[in-house]
């Protein structure tokens, strides 16, 4: 079983930056995916940013060019930057992982984007 634990996340003002991060324990196979993915109230969870335990990455394209995804395998920890940010990127940001076997989700951080 994996375990994710996220933490960074807060309120930011518009144009800012901020970096969230997530860092994985327990059992799971070295060849994995991890990623954000965001969801803003009354909406569905949408996809952010991938990467894979071979450091290829996948975004979605409102975000391209602002945010960058990182992972550190030794600490098995993904990070996201993000930069620019905007208002309607007010949201829990939930960190997932998975491997051929599992398909994990973390409790989410919260990120507002106000001024």
Known sequence: QVQLVESGGGLVQPGG????SCAASGSFFRINTMGWYR???GKQRDLVATITSAGSTNYADSVKGRFTISR???????????????????AVY??????????AWG?????TVSS
Request: hydrophobic share 30%.
């Open 17 to 20: 930056s901020l970096r969230v």
């Open 39 to 41: 969801q803003a109230p």
């Open 94 to 103: 939930y960190c997932n992982f998975r491997d051929v076997i599992r398909n």
């Open 72 to 90: 550190d395998n030794a600490k098995n920890t993904v990070y996201l930057q993000m930069n620019s940010l905007k208002h309607e990127e007010t």
């Open 107 to 111: 409790q989410g951080t919260q990120v």
